[in-house]
């Protein structure tokens, strides 16, 4: 598997991470679900170079995570805006923030807190079955094939046996 070809593999990890698989993909992410919008709020909230900046912002536009939409046009300037493809994004970003808050905090404790707007209450993200809503945990889901997955994949044929074994 090589990086550059990421996005044309039969994996749906593969793929996503062929998008948003590099730190500065993910932080530009989260200044988005913050509301930052604009070129130069975003180079000085990350401290980011320009040309790495323009990079990410480019890719983002090209795989339909952001529209880029002008707000002057002398000279021309251009907002940022996530589209549902790009908001589809934020349960993993919250996976993320939420594994970081567990694991990765110093004695401060958690550097934000996110208040749901409908009951007022600090949250923590879950993900749950959407067909049941119980919590989902790595050892409480089994993986079968679908029927996009390559079938001479080592990846195939181990969750074959597994599927058997379960």
Same mark, same amino acid.
């Given at each position: &598997? +090589? ?7 039969? *994996? ?19 200044? *988005? ?13 990350? #401290? ?9 912002? +480019? ?26 493809? #790009? ?21 401060? #404790? ?8 409908? *009951? ?6 879950? &993900?749950?079955?959407?067909? *049941? ?5 790595? +050892? ?5 094939? #679908? ?16 599927? +058997?074994?379960?």
């Amino acid at each position: &598997m +090589k990086w550059d070809s990421l996005e044309d593999e039969p *994996c749906s990890l593969a793929r996503t991470v062929a998008v948003i698989g590099d730190r500065w993909t993910l932080l530009v992410l989260r200044e *988005c679900f913050l509301r930052v919008r604009r070129f130069d709020d975003f180079e000085a909230s990350l #401290g980011i170079t320009r040309h790495v900046l323009a990079d990410r912002l +480019k890719k983002l536009v090209r795989f339909g995570v952001l529209r880029k939409i002008p707000y002057q046009e002398a000279p021309r300037r251009d907002e940022y805006i996530l589209t549902q493809r #790009g908001l589809d994004l934020y349960p993993i970003v919250m996976s993320i923030v939420q594994w970081g808050n567990v694991h990765m905090v110093d004695s401060r #404790g958690r550097p934000m807190l996110h208040e749901h707007k409908t *009951c007022k209450k600090m949250f923590d993200p879950v &993900m749950v079955c959407s067909e *049941c809503g119980e919590p989902l945990t790595a +050892k409480a889901v089994h993986v079968h094939p #679908g029927p996009g997955a390559r079938q001479s994949s080592p990846v195939h044929a181990k969750a074959q046996e597994r599927a +058997k074994r379960d």
